[in-house]
């Protein structure tokens, strides 16, 4: 919650218990007049028994002594906060529980009243929502920024379990944001960009339209509140100057409905002050540039009544080509349906229309907040619950494959994209993917398993690359391969929180079991060194180390060497001293064994980009912390200052059965001829080489051109037959080996 409370004693006071008789079943006590408590009264009054009430007013009571004492920093008592959130639940038709949760929200966090009071005197199922909407305490050493975050994937997480945790807290913000006027400027900022970029985005995403809308204007009004005022000013100017031109239309969409017997209601509605404000900067209009700030609302009875209404406004006025949405037959992921179709009006200004059911404006209206505001059995009703479950299970999901929760949070906000675009299974099946989904962000919203495995996409039956961005109708079939897995570029184009998440988990995984791998045998060669047999290291002594470093298990101390983390020999000697006999220090430690390099050790060994080395360059291994093992030719300039350090370095030597390519820079000065470049590849494919990159300087002014190239070899007997073949072209008149920049060459 918003701290707004100034904190007193009277929390800790015991609350006494209160029977049904001792107050009148639907009025509160302590109610002065002016009381937010008159409102709630006549809200529960429509749609509770009596019964359901006094549970409210216990709760109330209960929470009006664990605040006494208590102000907001707008000077009202504290449990005016609690009553205007029970309010705006109540607007809802929430339930029993969930009132009392917003009731006693803020009682354990503020108050000391522990959980299990709240589980004693209300039940189960309401102390779980008040933990679920209850702040962690604060560890030592923690900044604000990762409380904050540990704060939201607490939250997020239990609104998984249970949706209602969520409903109460965009109640319990959006009158935060009401009643922000009291707070210093540079708190409500913070408030106000925090509420833009989580809450706002979640009640549009369980479609609870109205609640969204005023948390974002009101953030809008706290982070720029000059463009704010600019606005509004201009709309409520541009509504009396529109009023004939909107009348007249309104009554020419009554009179065509009215023709063709079809019943409806029709309104006129005006775009929310942060939707204009969007549009503009998305746009990059002025604001006499926007000409649908205000629209029209038709509701009619049914589903075939909608397209009715369409065909009959397209006959009144001409719809604009590429204007028409039809979210009846897609809805979008948080359930709206509508059909919205711009029209030329009359003077040529464009009318948006908005046509949809009685029950789809419910849910519009109330999103998942409908199964308690109408009691019904809805089909779309039911579907979106089921949607909105799946949402909350991908979370769960999310949250167990993100290592910290600034990750998590990274992941949740990418999951709450607004615009979505609709593409097909090779089944008929449709999903909904964010704006900007790529192939793989498609294969990983089918299937993780799926994702982990593509290696090629068709869409609608063509050929297409990953990283191709989905568009609305797409027909997309991924291919996959048993032998494939995550690509880290991936990391550069996928937009989907599921997607990112995965990809991190499977990479970090794979780094794990590589550096622990090379960590073995790094290790291995320090027990060498120490004349100690690897083989003959007990269990036992592995305990005693993994006690001492904090560790799990064996695993973490092997990819901590691997990664550099932990010194290999330190660890050897550790490991010995742990042993049923002392380390034999009579013994001279002899120098440490070669590392064999096969290139094939995956994210456990790195190839420095600095000198780019291949086999057949003389090498050496240097530890980086979080890197592992880094490959450097043992003449590059970046490991100068290193040298002197020897635990910072291993000797290393190629392998000899090598069967990868490596890459390496060339840069070949050509006369400026056409067809050189051809001629170049053609020479680079006859020596059995691959082209990773090519890139080509603008010439100075001479006759001669400089031709960069990232080229794959085997080693550098390999580089050598290339460079003899790239030497026969007439006009190439030098050759150089790059290591690092273009502009440090070594000349072959």
Avoid at 113 to 135: C, H, M, N, P, R
Avoid at 426 to 445: H, R, S, W
Wanted: glycine share 4%.
């Amino acid at each position: 919650m918003s701290k707004t409370a100034i904190k007193s004693s009277a929390g800790t006071q015991p609350v006494k218990s209160h029977t049904a008789e001792s107050y009148q079943a639907t009025e509160p006590p302590l109610l002065p007049a002016d009381s937010e408590t008159s409102q709630l009264t006549i809200l529960l009054k429509e749609y509770l028994t009596p019964a359901d009430i006094e549970q409210v007013w216990a709760a109330y009571r209960y929470a009006a002594v664990a605040h006494a004492g208590q102000t907001r920093k707008t000077g009202e008592p504290y449990i005016t906060h609690p009553v205007a959130v029970a309010c705006i639940l109540a607007k809802l038709h929430l339930d029993v529980p969930t009132l009392l949760a917003a009731l006693l929200h803020d009682v354990v966090e503020d108050t000391g009243v522990a959980t299990t009071e709240i589980s004693e005197k209300f039940g189960k199922q309401v102390a779980e929502l008040v933990d679920g909407l209850t702040k962690l305490d604060k560890i030592e050493q923690q900044s604000a920024a990762q409380a904050q975050a540990e704060n939201f994937r607490k939250m997020l997480l239990a609104m998984s379990q249970d949706v209602r945790v969520i409903l109460v807290k965009l109640a319990d913000r959006l009158h935060n944001m009401q009643t922000l006027d009291a707070m210093k400027t540079d708190k409500q900022k913070r408030i106000a960009h925090e509420t833009l970029d989580i809450y706002a985005p979640i009640a549009n995403r369980l479609g609870l339209n109205p609640i969204f809308q005023e948390l974002e204007d009101l953030s809008f009004k706290y982070l720029y509140p000059n463009r704010y005022k600019v606005i509004a000013k201009a709309i409520k100017t541009a509504r009396g100057n529109r009023k004939e031109v909107i009348s007249k239309i309104l009554e020419s969409i009554k009179t065509q409905l009215a023709e063709a017997k079809i019943e409806a209601t029709v309104e006129g509605r005006e775009k929310h002050l942060y939707s204009i404000y969007r549009k503009m900067t998305g746009k990059t209009v002025k604001l006499s540039q926007v000409n649908d700030i205000y629209g029209f609302r038709v509701l009619v009875k049914d589903t075939a009544t909608c397209y009715l209404t369409l065909g009959s406004l397209h006959a009144l006025y001409k719809p604009i080509p590429g204007k028409f949405k039809d979210y009846i037959a897609i809805s979008k992921a948080n359930g709206y349906q509508s059909l919205h179709t711009t029209l030329f009006g009359p003077f040529g200004t464009p009318i948006e229309v908005q046509i949809r059911s009685i029950e789809m404006h419910n849910i519009a209206e109330a999103g998942v907040a409908a199964h308690w505001l109408y009691k019904t059995t809805d089909a779309h009703l039911t579907k979106l619950q089921q949607q909105t479950h799946q949402w909350l299970q991908r979370l769960v999901e999310i949250q167990t494959e993100s290592d910290d929760s600034y990750e998590f949070l990274e992941h949740f906000k990418v999951d709450l994209f607004p615009d979505e675009v609709y593409v097909f299974t090779p089944k008929g099946n449709i999903l909904a993917l964010p704006k900007g989904a790529t192939a793989v962000d498609f294969a990983y919203a089918v299937h993780t398993d799926v994702g982990n495995s593509c290696v090629a996409v068709k869409i609608n039956h063509e050929q297409a690359p990953l990283r191709t961005e989905m568009r609305n109708g797409d027909q997309v079939e991924i291919i996959t391969s048993s032998l494939a897995k995550p690509n880290p570029a991936w990391l550069n184009y996928v937009v989907s929180g599921k997607a990112r998440s995965h990809i991190r988990h499977y990479l970090k995984s794979m780094q794990v079991t590589e550096s622990a791998h090379m960590g073995e045998r790094i290790l291995n060669i320090a027990l060498r060194a120490l004349h100690a047999d690897p083989a003959e290291i007990t269990d036992k002594q592995w305990q005693k180390v993994m006690r001492d470093y904090g560790a799990k298990d064996k695993s973490e101390i092997l990819s901590d060497i691997g990664l550099g983390k932990r010194v290999s020999l330190m660890v050897a000697h550790q490991l010995l001293a742990s042993g049923q006999g002392a380390l034999d220090t009579d013994k001279t430690s002899k120098p440490l064994d070669t590392i064999t390099i096969k290139g094939s050790e995956g994210m456990a060994v790195q190839f420095a980009q600095c000198c780019r080395p291949i086999p057949g360059d003389p090498i050496l291994g240097f530890i980086n912390k979080d890197k592992g093992l880094v490959i450097h030719t043992h003449d590059c300039p970046a490991i100068r200052k290193f040298k002197l350090d020897p635990d910072k370095w291993l000797d290393v030597d190629w392998d000899t059965d090598n069967k990868r390519l490596f890459k390496v820079n060339l840069r070949i000065v050509v006369v400026d001829a056409p067809g050189m470049l051809a001629k170049i590849a053609t020479a680079i494919a006859l020596a059995e080489s691959n082209i990773d990159s090519v890139n080509i300087e603008e010439p100075d002014g001479s006759q001669y051109s400089n031709v960069n190239f990232t080229v794959q070899v085997r080693n550098r007997v390999h580089l050598a037959d290339l460079i003899r073949n790239l030497r026969k072209i007439p006009d190439v008149v030098r050759i150089g080996r790059v290591k690092g920049s273009y502009n440090q060459e070594k000349i072959q």
